[in-house]
């Protein structure tokens, strides 16, 4: 049975999706005013390996994940930059699909923009208004907490303390116009010169970003959808609106799975800009000693539930497992064909294998456990190619764990970073130092590189170099 942890319950339900064979799956996007850091990127990771995890179990997968290309802080970097917000929002999209295909990030089956669904969203504002769910004041609109009976669920408080504790930061205008302390924007005034607003029957203004994510679905997944994934931060209160809207809107279940995953500490630490701790994927990926295969796996190697504790350090102890798996796949790669039969007893202890990666992931998505079977698949592997294994045999193992690497996007088994300062050199002076029969000098220059990390081989093409 396939389970998957629910945060609306928080437990582990089984897994079975609306329609059979088909899973309609919906991801918080990022705003698109800055490069993203190493938190957008886990969950972006995380749920593209959740969902191709479920593509390769045999469902159909259609998989959402918006950009919000509007808001304050969209205003406010443009302002920085001397750009409209178009343009922002247009540098920043492009920014995050160059990070997400360096990550190895399948693109979403739709990718919508908010700015594309205006009209929508000022249409499921004037249902919920003219159904009594929410109010106008002065060209904004709010939605009704208190009508909501299950408002505070998915945030696992109380109303009361959910009511208590939005008090306590109700300021200004919102102070006057508000209800209630929960409830909560579903459109904004807009008259700022110089800020994009919209029409609507209320007057010029722009959507609440809650409201963006629920038209969205409403608009490309429908009234009900599978798995609504997003981080933990994002249960409350965006989910818990989003949940509250929608679900007032269509008077219908909105969502069946809730999944979160965990933060991303930096150095121990909450990652945050007053902390100078932020790290963004721009950054890393400039780097040219970081393998984007190797981020993509050190994000995906915990539990995505959990919280990853990124530091330099242990992005390089993983890695030394990439390229592990590199010089495995590499070698098979090799010896792969069609020549010869297939070991049994390689075949069985195969196929045990996969039943156990399958458990694994069924599991609510036990990474851990999966990345056990693979590390143990790869001993075989090797064990096998040191016996001499066939071709046809070499080929069955790269197979299995190709299929099973591209979930966790490991897709192309090339060294990918460059070389430490100083080992090139090294190289060619030991190159150099062969042609002349100096194998003294070369074993010494050998073992230098080996300090470095690096394992230089030597066959009939010369001298190779790979990562230890
Ligand atoms: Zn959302």
Redesign the pocket.
């Known amino acids: 049975m396939q389970t998957v942890y629910n945060t609306y319950s928080l437990e582990k339900e089984s897994f079975s999706p609306i329609e059979k064979g088909k899973v309609r799956m919906y991801l918080?996007g990022p705003t698109v005013y800055n490069y993203i850091h190493i938190g957008n990127a886990r969950s972006s990771v995380a749920f593209d390996t959740i969902r191709k995890y479920l593509t390769w179990r045999g469902y159909d997968v259609t998989f959402v994940s918006n950009f919000t290309d509007l808001g304050d802080k969209v205003i406010a970097q443009g302002k920085k930059e001397g750009l409209t917000e178009a343009e922002v929002a247009d540098k920043y999209a492009d920014a995050f699909l160059a990070d997400a295909a360096a990550l190895h990030i399948a693109p979403a089956t739709v990718r919508p923009r908010a700015t594309y669904y205006m009209k929508e969203m000022v249409a499921f504002v004037e249902q919920l208004l003219a159904q009594g769910q929410a109010y106008e004041v002065n060209g904004d609109v709010y939605f009704k907490t208190n009508q909501f009976k299950d408002y505070a669920v998915l945030s696992h408080q109380n109303m009361a303390e959910l009511k208590k504790n939005a008090a306590g930061r109700l300021e200004g205008e919102d102070q006057e116009e508000k209800h209630e302390a929960t409830d909560f924007a579903l459109w904004k005034r807009e008259d700022r010169p110089g800020v994009t607003a919209w029409p609507s029957p209320w007057g010029p203004g722009r959507p609440g970003w809650h409201l963006e994510?629920s038209v969205m679905i409403d608009a490309l997944l429908g009234e009900t959808i599978d798995i609504h994934a997003?981080g933990i931060d994002?249960a409350f209160p965006?989910h818990t609106n989003?949940l509250a809207q929608s679900v007032s809107f269509h008077d219908r279940p909105f969502v069946n799975y809730w999944l979160h995953n965990g933060f991303v500490n930096v150095n121990d630490e909450k990652m945050s800009k007053s902390l100078g701790n932020f790290v963004t994927i721009h950054d890393l990926l400039a780097d040219d000693r970081i393998d984007p295969q190797g981020l993509r796996y050190f994000l995906v190697k915990t539990h995505y539930r959990r919280p990853v504790a990124y530091s330099r350090e242990r992005l390089d102890q993983a890695q030394q497992e990439v390229d592990k798996i590199y010089r495995t796949m590499r070698s098979l790669a090799k010896q792969a064909g069609s020549e010869g039969v297939v070991d049994p007893r390689v075949q069985e202890q195969v196929t045990l294998q996969n039943e156990r990666f399958i458990a694994a992931m069924d599991d609510d998505f036990n990474v851990e456990n999966a990345l056990t079977v693979i590390f143990e698949a790869l001993t075989l592997a090797n064990r096998s190619m040191q016996e001499g294994a066939s071709a046809a045999t070499a080929l069955l193992l790269q197979k299995q764990l190709t299929e099973w690497l591209h979930i966790f996007g490991l897709d192309d088994f090339e060294e990918k970073r460059a070389l430490p300062d100083g080992a090139k050199a090294l190289l060619e002076k030991r190159a150099a130092a062969r042609s002349a029969k100096d194998f003294e000098e070369s074993d010494r220059l050998r073992d230098e590189l080996k300090t470095m990390g690096l394992l230089v081989k030597d066959d009939r093409d010369g001298q190779s170099v790979e990562w230890l």
């Open positions: 918080c994510c997003g994002l965006h989003e």
